[in-house]
């Protein structure tokens, strides 16, 4: 069985069917779903299909009707720990969509119980993990949610446990100076470090191509950084193999979900394969392989997400990936 360990922060999201801003005077309509990039890393996972693959979400909820509608949602698709507590409130986001086809969110998190999520709440769940995944939402939602996931990872680092770190970057909860220097902080403790091209210039602005930010990062890592490139696809590099897909057209409706998409497709292929230990082990053609294969794999997951609104309602399963894969003449003879 292998094992991976992720905690943040789930909401019920409100997907606006208006075009136009957020108003708190119009009702709806709206498309109700649950959001958390560190669960939909779990759900889409899931719909993977990886065998012999736990996943186990951590966090905490309100003792409400959004609370509830977390646990009905995740309750199944993966390991629920998350206690509902009467003290806190669970979060809300609202999803908006403008006239340019660009989207805006915003948030009720602010004093939110998944905000009073401590190490202590991890701790336990991380014995016998082979990978822990965290996000760039998490250390930002509290002085204790940014001190539970520098405990947890310098853990990690102690107990030889892999982090996974998706950068995630969210501009309506820090600004771009501050959220540098945490994730600055992260960066070298990331066995794989996923970011986008336009998030990398958003936080750094070094003015770098997508080649030259994953070379950059992976300096500082050591290991293995991909950065994203929205419809163009993405890059990985782990220090030797510098691999690149060009990814997909598709008939676009709502983006919300796919770098989650993606990044589970990816460590899906990892997992698929063996664990992110192994694939380090691996020689560098092997891993060259791996990486060309787990690219398109993500490739195709982060496209297909974009056809329907909702996080995760549009992930494919391991037969949606193989038969898209075949109608665009990409499929190959790995396992």
Not at 29 to 46: H, R
Not at 51 to 62: D, F, R, Y
Not at 157 to 174: L, S
Not at 243 to 257: A, K, N, Q, T
């Amino acid at each position: 069985m292998t094992k991976l360990v992720t905690f943040g922060e789930t909401m019920v999201s409100y997907n606006a069917k208006y075009v136009g801003p957020f108003d708190p005077t119009i009702a709806g309509p709206y498309e109700v779903y649950c959001a958390g990039a560190e669960s939909n890393v779990c759900l889409d996972l899931q719909r993977l299909d990886v065998p012999g693959l736990e996943t186990v979400w951590v966090s905490k909820l309100g003792r409400d009707d959004e609370g509830d509608a977390i646990l009905r949602s995740l309750n199944g698709r993966t390991t629920v720990v998350a206690p509902q507590v009467h003290e806190f409130p669970s979060g809300i986001a609202y999803v908006n969509h403008m006239q340019d086809g660009s989207i805006v969110k915003s948030y009720r998190r602010k004093g939110s119980a998944a905000s009073t999520v401590t190490f202590d709440d991890i701790r336990p769940h991380l014995s016998g993990a082979d990978a822990l995944h965290i996000t760039g939402i998490t250390p930002a939602l509290s002085t204790t949610t940014h001190d539970t996931v520098s405990r947890s990872i310098e853990y990690a680092d102690e107990n030889d446990i892999p982090v996974t770190f998706d950068a995630n970057y969210r501009p309506p909860i820090w600004e771009p100076a501050n959220a540098r220097v945490v994730f600055d902080e992260i960066i070298p403790y990331s066995s794989v470090f996923k970011v986008g091209h336009d998030e990398a210039e958003t936080v750094w602005r070094w003015g770098l191509s997508a080649e030259e930010y994953a070379r950059r990062f992976q300096i500082i890592n050591g290991r293995l950084v991909i950065v994203t490139r929205d419809a163009d696809g993405a890059i990985a590099y782990d220090g030797t193999n510098l691999v690149e897909h060009p990814g997909y057209s598709i008939d676009f409706v709502d983006p919300v979900g796919a770098g989650d998409a993606f990044f589970a497709g990816f460590l899906g292929e990892i997992f698929r394969r063996g664990t992110v230990k192994s694939f380090f082990t691996a020689s560098d053609g092997e891993r060259r392989k791996i990486l060309e294969r787990s690219l398109k794999v993500a490739n195709v997951c982060g496209a297909l997400i974009c056809t329907r609104r909702g996080d995760t309602e549009a992930m494919p399963t391991a037969d949606e990936v193989a038969s898209f894969l075949e109608a665009h003449n990409q499929s190959d003879n790995t396992p």
